[in-house]
């Protein structure tokens, strides 16, 4: 059985079993790391993909019920080789550590900025959780985004 999936605005098969996590399929067939399988159980969102524009975990999500869906994941946020303005805040902040977090965070904030461009800092800790860090805490990932969202 063939998977028909679109991921980065890319059709790909899978001959995935539809029951592997997509995190495994996107890692492994696909050999797109980004994405981290980090704690496995959808607490640290490390993993975090976009599906049809939404923040989903793919480590909880069986690669059959994103069939035919748009995934989309921290490879596909940069245009024309870009860095989307979430990605560029971050880096330009220096705002990020060991990187582990780092897809997760990005993903979820490029959600955020493209569905609140008014977002305020209570909205940006909001859009967080989920995400965890380890290392550098949570102000200058706030910080970097706030400037984002001026820079946009």
């Known amino acids: 059985m063939s998977l028909s999936l679109i991921v980065n605005s890319n059709h790909v098969a899978s001959a995935a079993d539809p029951v592997t996590p997509l995190v495994d399929v996107l890692r492994e067939e696909l050999h797109l790391t980004g994405a981290k399988p980090v704690c496995r159980e959808g607490f640290c969102g490390a993993c975090m993909v976009l599906v049809d524009g939404e923040p989903k975990l793919s480590c909880l999500m069986p690669t059959a019920l994103v069939a035919g869906c748009e ?3 921290i490879e596909g946020l940069a245009t024309q080789g870009q860095l989307n303005p979430i990605q560029a805040a971050l880096e330009a902040s220096d705002a990020v550590q060991c990187g582990m977090c780092f ?3 990005v993903v979820s904030l490029t959600h955020l ?3 609140r461009p008014d977002a305020t800092r209570d909205d940006i800790r909001a859009a ?3 995400n965890i ?10 910080e970097a985004t706030l ?4 820079a946009k």
Request: one cysteine or more; charged letters at 15%.
């Open 113 to 115: 900025l493209t569905t």
């Open 71 to 73: 995934i989309r994941t």
């Open 128 to 130: 967080l959780t989920g």
């Open 133 to 142: 860090c380890r290392c550098t805490g949570y102000e200058r990932i706030i």
């Open 103 to 105: 897809p997760g965070m």
């Open 147 to 150: 400037l984002a969202l001026v």
